[in-house]
């Protein structure tokens, strides 16, 4: 029996049909994207190679990348769960445990800078997290397990 192989469909970020926001929400020329499986589908289906982040869908035919465009990043903590560590859920459902020494802040927005991606957090997952955060002498501090972590603001990027 011979294996045939899949089409392999690419299409630009220039040619996608869809974006996403600074905040991570989805939209279309239609506008925003309000159905929550089609905003989970494509969050899951998010992933990144040299050429930038693109939404990956595989039929039994093809396999398909839409490179799609962004405003800040495509990655985004959209919920936290403490227990003896700190695990941080994506919006590509993907989890991740939290280290405090990689945030920093830009524009009024928390981030995590990983050695794949820079990581936004969403209102939600900031609001969980802030907990642990405090200001002191004009410094944001990360304070757990009674260690404290300075939170550099990198608003000059």
Not at 34 to 40: A, F, G, L, N, Y
Not at 117 to 130: E, P, Q, T
């Amino acid at each position: 029996m011979v294996s045939e192989k899949k089409k392999q469909i690419i299409i630009s970020k220039e040619d996608a049909v869809f974006w996403m926001n600074k905040n991570g929400d989805w939209y279309n020329e239609h506008g925003k994207f309000e159905h929550p499986k089609i905003i989970r589908y494509f969050n899951a289906s998010i992933k990144k190679d040299k050429a930038g982040y693109y939404v990956h869908q595989e039929t039994s035919d093809y396999n398909e990348k839409v490179y799609f465009p962004y405003e800040d990043t495509a990655f985004f903590v959209i919920d936290v769960k403490v227990n003896e560590n700190i695990i941080l859920i994506l919006n590509n459902s993907e989890t991740i445990k939290f280290s405090p020494e990689h945030l920093f802040t830009r524009d009024d927005a928390l981030y995590l800078q990983t050695p794949e991606h820079r990581i936004k957090f969403k209102d939600s997952a900031l609001l969980k997290i802030s907990k642990f955060m405090e200001e002191s002498d004009g410094h944001l501090l990360f304070k757990i397990k009674d260690k404290n972590y300075q939170i550099p603001c990198k608003d000059d990027l």
